[in-house]
């Protein structure tokens, strides 16, 4: 196999860092994964997985689990503050798979991140080390050196051809052994949480994602039958502090009814976003959020992450040098992940709008019609990191 003989560590076993994992390892290559938590343990709540990610996990041999974690809604329905119907629905279901080739799905981000640690599993050449409590790297003409302190305090050193790190918004790799910047705040806050079924039983379709707009904030909710549950997601201006209230913000309609089943149950994630050209220096790279996280509104940031590694992991097996493969990943990557950032920015924006400003956007969306994003947004699910031939 192509990859065989050489190796990799990778610092967090998160969706990006997981999914680089697997790829490298279906080329033959040794993978070392350092996590700081003792577990697979994904915050938050629900994600989206849509069609350009879903075929990269799909190739990876992860269909059927999804299949059986997710649910494919048949539509995405908007509703304005206070109402009880839609004012406009966007047809996804089996029109997203015909038209991309694969299904947009939803499923909670625990356990998207549990299907691909048993995906791991099934690999000798994967070690994930759990409980990490430091590491350190050094690069030279021939890999990495790192040091790392296990779980247990004892500390070791091993060599690999390059380090990756996947290690979340506030990357140590990025700021620590790039020289990166610190991730930036932009002044909102998503409050998550999960409400039983039930709850919501005579609220929201059981068969779709529905939105709710109101001025200066809006919450997406959909339903996640593997569990049981509904995922809630509140995006609201905030501050990044900790253990902040439980938001106090009134509706009336649906959107009220959902605030009020949801009561005080909401776990605040501070929105921060990473912009840095640096994604890699000599043997050290990175990707996901590390290289490039964003706000949330386009349902993105995952997608990405996993596009990153598709593509970064056949670089490092085909380039005689790793320093070689991170320029050319950058280079493939880094237009597309900032047109994605910016307009997950102008949604943001466009989703707050006061009123009269949300009426023209309101009529703009039902002019465009329940399959306008197909030309819209097709430029995103339609991209395939296709695998290079020989690929396993």
């Given at each position: 196999?192509p990859?065989?003989?050489?190796?990799?560590?990778?610092?967090?076993a998160?969706?990006?860092?997981?999914?680089?994992?697997?790829?490298?390892?279906?080329?033959?290559?040794?993978?070392?994964v350092?996590?700081?938590?003792?577990?697979?343990?994904?915050?938050?709540?629900?994600l989206?997985?849509?069609?350009?990610?879903?075929?990269?996990?799909?190739?990876?041999?992860?269909?059927?689990?999804?299949?059986t974690?997710?649910?494919?809604?048949?539509?995405?329905?908007?509703?304005?503050?206070?109402?009880t119907?839609?004012?406009?629905?966007?047809?996804l279901?089996?029109?997203m798979?015909?038209?991309?080739?694969?299904?947009?799905?939803?499923?909670?981000?625990?356990?998207?991140?549990?299907a691909?640690?048993?995906?791991?599993r099934?690999?000798?050449?994967?070690?994930?080390?759990?409980?990490v409590?430091?590491?350190?790297?050094a690069?030279?003409?021939?890999?990495?050196?790192?040091?790392?302190?296990?779980?247990?305090?004892?500390?070791?050193?091993?060599?690999?051809?390059?380090?990756?790190?996947?290690?979340g918004?506030?990357?140590?790799?990025?700021?620590?052994?790039?020289?990166?910047?610190?991730?930036?705040?932009?002044?909102?806050?998503?409050?998550?949480?999960?409400?039983?079924?039930?709850?919501?039983?005579?609220?929201?379709?059981?068969?779709?994602?529905?939105?709710?707009?109101?001025?200066?904030h809006?919450?997406v909710?959909?339903?996640?039958?593997?569990?049981?549950?509904?995922?809630?997601a509140?995006?609201?201006?905030?501050?990044?502090?900790?253990?902040?209230?439980?938001?106090?913000?009134?509706?009336?309609?649906?959107?009220?009814?959902?605030?009020?089943?949801?009561?005080?149950?909401w776990?605040p994630?501070?929105?921060?976003?990473?912009k840095t050209?640096?994604?890699h220096r000599?043997?050290?790279?990175?990707l996901?959020?590390?290289a490039?996280?964003?706000?949330?509104?386009q349902?993105?940031?995952a997608?990405?992450?996993?596009?990153?590694?598709?593509?970064?992991?056949?670089?490092?097996i085909?380039?005689?040098?790793p320093?070689?493969?991170?320029?050319?990943?950058?280079?493939?990557?880094?237009?597309?992940?900032?047109?994605?950032?910016?307009?997950?920015?102008?949604?943001?924006?466009?989703?707050?709008?006061?009123?009269?400003?949300?009426?023209?956007?309101?009529?703009?969306?039902?002019?465009?019609?329940?399959?306008?994003?197909?030309?819209?947004?097709?430029?995103?699910?339609?991209?395939?990191v296709?695998?290079?031939?020989g690929t396993?």
């Amino acid at each position: 196999m192509p990859g065989t003989g050489r190796s990799y560590i990778i610092a967090g076993a998160g969706i990006s860092g997981l999914t680089l994992a697997l790829t490298l390892a279906k080329f033959g290559a040794t993978v070392v994964v350092l996590e700081r938590n003792n577990s697979i343990q994904e915050a938050g709540a629900g994600l989206q997985i849509s069609p350009n990610a879903r075929r990269i996990l799909d190739r990876l041999g992860l269909s059927e689990a999804l299949s059986t974690i997710g649910l494919v809604p048949e539509a995405l329905e908007t509703y304005r503050s206070g109402e009880t119907r839609p004012f406009f629905s966007m047809q996804l279901g089996a029109l997203m798979e015909e038209r991309f080739g694969a299904p947009y799905a939803v499923m909670h981000r625990a356990d998207l991140a549990d299907a691909l640690y048993k995906a791991s599993r099934r690999f000798a050449n994967i070690d994930i080390m759990f409980g990490v409590r430091h590491w350190d790297v050094a690069t030279h003409a021939r890999g990495v050196t790192v040091a790392i302190d296990d779980a247990s305090g004892l500390s070791r050193t091993t060599r690999a051809n390059a380090f990756i790190g996947a290690d979340g918004v506030h990357s140590l790799t990025r700021r620590h052994f790039l020289g990166g910047p610190d991730a930036q705040f932009g002044g909102r806050v998503a409050w998550r949480t999960l409400i039983p079924a039930e709850s919501a039983q005579n609220l929201i379709a059981r068969d779709r994602v529905s939105v709710f707009f109101g001025g200066g904030h809006h919450l997406v909710c959909y339903p996640l039958p593997h569990r049981g549950q509904v995922n809630l997601a509140l995006f609201l201006p905030g501050e990044a502090k900790e253990n902040p209230k439980s938001p106090t913000l009134k509706g009336r309609g649906t959107f009220g009814a959902l605030l009020s089943a949801a009561g005080e149950s909401w776990t605040p994630w501070p929105l921060y976003t990473v912009k840095t050209s640096i994604w890699h220096r000599n043997n050290i790279g990175i990707l996901g959020d590390a290289a490039h996280a964003m706000v949330p509104f386009q349902a993105q940031g995952a997608a990405m992450g996993i596009e990153d590694a598709a593509t970064l992991g056949p670089l490092l097996i085909d380039c005689d040098e790793p320093e070689d493969a991170f320029a050319r990943y950058a280079k493939a990557r880094q237009a597309r992940v900032d047109r994605v950032a910016n307009l997950s920015a102008s949604n943001g924006r466009i989703f707050h709008m006061k009123w009269p400003f949300s009426a023209a956007r309101d009529a703009v969306m039902r002019a465009q019609g329940p399959r306008g994003h197909l030309g819209r947004l097709g430029w995103i699910y339609s991209h395939d990191v296709a695998p290079p031939p020989g690929t396993p």
